[in-house]
């Protein structure tokens, strides 16, 4: 029996959810509490800085291929099914969860109330029941916390079961392996097993909202940063990872709403959904991303990490166990931020990308039509290095810079962008943080100075009455000057001493775009096809 915590009822338990009959049902732990039991049961390690340190096991990041979606009445013609939402039976739903309540009885359980989405009009509660102390920390710090008083009337809508060491058996269960994380809409219930990695429980929430604020509640769900400036300007940052969206987004003279996910309602305001930040580790430093560094103390839970040799002091370059190794931590362990975690609509948005190959301007601004293909296209590039096996810079395209956490069909995000963008007059800029004057090995990266310049002169309307030239490949409006950053790199053509061979990777570049897109043209709008990019062999 685990003899800490704040041991309730089972009963009160089951008015919302059977788990069967658990032996100690602890509610609402502390930090300390939560830490200390991790400590006790072996699970984990007190660092110097005082962060808790665990391993989550097999699984050191997100199982796409293991997560699932119930098909039934609700979802079958309104979830966009493939490759990335995979339908899974509602009766094998129910098989598999009467599974894990046989497996959970006589154990102790976890109990987090909490709630998701920091504007009350969209407030969806959510209770996450878990096998492990660390896994109900990661809840408490990812999302937002009920007060005292709220908690004693505290109504659950949604249900999250974690329980990391319950494999589930594919030949019984339906799973592809052992592991899974399934959504059910239906019965407002994910269920998540044999994975310890504490991003399923994040994730999960995540598609859940992208699929009931757009379609039940008209609120575009974003996988974006966000900030706001001293005369209350809201901006955006989307951007997949490599891209720069949380170090463009942490800017001293602004206040962080968010880091990673976000609505934008119909009465304009931009809110968080989480309580926290989820970062990757790796190669930390107090230099690098002060930030985070600083914010890695205690109460917050480190995944993954090595450690200095006979020391707890974590060791941030040591990749033995994952590359991608996290920290999440409550969004107060950061200065300078939004409370409550809400901005009005946003003046600007910013689509972040990291072209290796050199054939993007450092910033150009996008019509309507643009706005909405680039947002369906999510591209970005991986270079050498950046994973085992790559050689050369490849291309990477993300449906809505999330497309592994989307339920229902990209362009339905996209037009729902492209009204709100035209309803509020927002400026959309696409910023290449990647090369220039050649591809990765030729050129030379931009630098984080200059591309730092351009956003600032976006936001305080620098680029508003300027001179602007088009690209000749993707139709881009490119500025002709900006303050701090040299005239001669604004045009990325300019750039490259042999322009025959930037026009052929520019329209490589450009084919690459257009066979993306292909999956999506059949739902895509004329405006939106009418911004795909000419392919011209030259």
Not at 272 to 298: R, V
Not at 306 to 327: A, L, S, W
Not at 357 to 376: C, D, E, R, T, W
Not at 384 to 398: H, L, M, N, R
């Amino acid at each position: 029996m685990n003899e800490f915590g704040k041991k309730g009822s089972n009963a009160n338990l089951k008015k919302d959810i059977d788990l069967g009959n658990l032996e100690n049902v602890f509610w609402n732990m502390s930090p300390a509490e939560l830490i200390e039991d991790t400590i006790l049961l072996g699970e984990g390690t007190l660092t110097d800085s005082g962060a808790i340190a665990v391993n989550t096991g097999e699984f050191t990041g997100r199982s796409p291929e293991d997560r699932f979606i119930v098909c039934d009445e609700k979802t079958e013609n309104n979830v966009w099914w493939g490759n990335i939402n995979k339908k899974f039976d509602s009766d094998k739903f129910d098989a598999l969860y009467n599974r894990m309540k046989a497996y959970l009885s006589g154990k102790d359980m976890y109990v987090r109330d909490s709630y998701a989405c920091a504007d009350d009009d969209y407030r969806l509660n959510i209770r996450v029941v878990t096998e492990l102390p660390w896994s109900n920390m990661f809840a408490h710090n990812m999302f937002l916390r009920p007060t005292d008083e709220e908690i004693e009337n505290f109504s659950p809508e949604w249900h999250i079961v974690c329980a990391p060491n319950f494999p589930a058996d594919p030949a019984i269960d339906g799973t592809r392996q052992s592991n899974f994380a399934i959504i059910n809409f239906t019965k407002k219930m994910i269920i998540i097993g044999g994975t310890g990695y504490t991003g399923e429980i994040k994730k999960g929430i995540f598609s859940v909202l992208n699929f009931v604020l757009p379609f039940e509640k008209n609120v575009l769900s974003m996988h974006c940063s966000a900030n706001v400036g001293k005369d209350n300007d809201t901006a955006i940052f989307f951007g997949l990872s490599g891209t720069g969206k949380t170090t463009l987004s942490s800017d001293p003279n602004r206040r962080l709403i968010g880091d990673d996910e976000h609505g934008w309602a119909e009465n304009g305001s931009v809110f968080n959904f989480e309580g926290g930040c989820y970062a990757k580790t790796i190669d930390l430093s107090a230099e690098k991303e002060p930030q985070i560094y600083e914010a890695i103390k205690f109460g917050a839970l480190l995944e993954n990490i090595g450690f200095k040799e006979n020391t707890t002091t974590p060791d941030y370059e040591d990749d033995t166990i994952t590359q991608n190794t996290r920290v999440s931590y409550p969004i107060h362990h950061i200065d300078n931020i939004m409370v409550p975690s809400k901005g009005s609509a946003p003046k600007n948005i910013f689509f972040l990308t990291c072209d290796a190959f050199g054939v993007l301007p450092p910033i150009s601004k996008l019509n309507s039509g643009q706005a909405m293909y680039h947002f369906i296209s999510g591209y970005t590039a991986k270079v050498a290095g950046t994973e085992a096996g790559i050689t050369e810079p490849q291309t990477v395209f993300s449906a809505c810079f999330g497309a592994p956490f989307l339920p229902l069909h990209p362009t339905k995000y996209a037009e729902m962008l492209g009204e709100k963008i035209e309803k509020n007059d927002v400026n959309v800029w696409l910023v290449n943080t990647g090369w220039s004057g050649g591809g990765y090995g030729v050129g030379q990266r931009i630098k984080l100075k200059y591309t730092r310049a351009l956003i600032t002169a976006a936001l305080t309307g620098e680029l508003d009455n300027i001179n602007y030239s088009k690209d000749e490949f993707f139709g881009l409006n490119m500025p002709k000057e900006c303050p701090n950053v040299p005239d001669e790199i604004l045009n990325p053509r300019n750039t490259w001493e042999d322009k025959e061979a930037f026009d052929m990777k520019a329209s490589e570049l450009a084919q690459a775009f257009v066979n993306n897109f292909k999956s999506f043209e059949s739902n895509a709008s004329k405006e939106i096809m009418d911004a795909a990019p000419n392919v011209m062999v030259k």
